[in-house]
């Protein structure tokens, strides 16, 4: 009988800027990380660590100073020590981080000509982190809207290495062959992401930044245009950060999820020349309601029924503000993921039609399925 795999994720995107109160009584600096941090470990407790979470991670957070990486890296690897999870590279165009990386930042508050989903009117910044580097200086990090598409290929495989060579050096893996799934920043994957990721030493295997733009209607109108570009069904530029005949050879109709009562049961992992896509099916809680990720486990259940393959259903929420409690009763997105997951367990009971994995986990096994059609 096919099954229902979800995957959950929480994408690290580096925002652990400063939360006034009444949210932040003490007044702690990195209050929107610890709170995130709370967050996990308390969805680990919630379901007895047996929900396994992908970590896509921007390792932003081990290139702004010394103390910085200490206090992050300690963090992260408490957290993880006796988790059920994995660890993944997630890539914003930080400044820090680029220069961290080698590669000359593409600096959109110096060059307002570039593209910059987060920038406003009157602030060229858009979303940023103040922080105190070594030497004791007061800077502020931006570049988190840049899409890495920007960048020429063998910048973004530079990029690529090195981030994940950060993750090795803070411990947070044992070598490269341990960080193998890949979301861009935004879900900007265009071409030259593509290629960089299988040009990579190691290559990564696998890539969730596939999303329905429509998802994003309602939010960032910059953003929605270029992500209803780069994942719908129209060619764009091969010189564009938009470029995306990669992705139209594997999925020529483009991403259309929330529009139709059987887009998850379409939107399902294809090759990408050497690359699984796996795509953000139910993308992250900022951006839907637990009702509609009910919904959508709804429809792969009854897709799974009537066919012999499995259903794959990815669903998440960002680390900082996943435990902001600006967004919930206690943590903050979170906890619509878990409303979600408690929804399932209790449908699913003792019927065994449901199944979790991490992305990569996740990625073996539709491709094993698909080994195992074609020998037959």
């Known amino acids: ?75 992260i690897a408490q957290l993880f020590q006796n988790s059920n999870c994995e660890i993944a590279l997630h890539i914003h165009g930080w400044i820090s ?52 598409g920007i960048y020429s290929q063998d910048e973004i495989a530079r990029i690529l290495e090195r981030g994940r060579a950060l993750f090795v050096e803070h411990k947070i893996i044992a070598s490269g062959h341990d960080c193998v799934s890949f979301r861009c920043g935004g879900w900007m994957s265009n071409d030259d992401v593509m290629k960089a990721l299988q040009t990579a030493i190691p290559p990564f295997q696998f890539e969730a930044s596939a999303v329905d733009a429509s998802f994003f209607a309602n939010g960032n109108s910059i953003l929605h245009d270029w992500l209803a570009r780069l994942w719908g069904a129209r060619p764009q530029s091969e010189q564009s950060f938009l470029s995306n005949s990669l992705f139209l050879s594997a999925y020529p109709q483009g ?10 049961s379409v939107a399902q992992p294809r090759m990408i020349q050497r690359l699984l896509e796996l ?12 009702d509609y990720m009910k919904e959508q486990i709804n429809h792969a259940l009854t897709a799974a029924s009537q066919q012999t393959s499995d ?31 408690k929804y399932v367990e209790q ?23 698909c080994d195992s059609n074609i020998n037959q």
């Open 1 to 75: 009988m096919a099954k229902v795999i979800i995957t959950v994720t929480c994408d690290w995107d580096g925002l652990d800027y400063p939360l006034q109160e009444p949210h932040n009584p003490t007044g702690n600096p990195h209050f929107r990380f610890d709170r995130g941090v709370q967050a996990i470990e308390y969805f680990n407790r919630v379901f007895q660590n047996e929900i396994p979470l992908t970590h896509f991670i921007c390792p932003v957070y081990f290139t702004r100073s010394k103390f910085l990486s200490e206090y992050y890296s300690c963090a």
């Open 97 to 148: 981080l680029m220069q961290a990386c080698g590669v000359l930042p593409k600096d959109s508050v110096k060059d307002q000509a570039l593209p910059d989903w987060g920038v406003q009117e009157n602030d060229r910044y858009g979303l940023c982190v103040p922080y105190r580097n070594d030497a004791d200086q007061d800077k502020i990090d931006y570049g988190h809207g840049v899409p890495l």
């Open 255 to 264: 991403i259309n999820i929330a529009s139709q009562a059987n887009g998850v």
């Open 279 to 290: 795509p953000d099916t139910a993308i992250l809680a900022d951006y839907v309601s637990a």
């Open 311 to 341: 259903v794959y259903v990815s669903l998440g929420f960002h680390l900082e503000s996943g435990g902001d409690p600006r967004f919930g009763n206690v943590y903050g997105h979170i906890e619509k993921v878990i409303e979600t997951l």
């Open 347 to 369: 449908q699913d009971a003792k019927q065994g039609r449901i199944q979790y994995f991490a992305i990569a986990e996740a990625g073996k096994r539709f491709l094993q399925s």
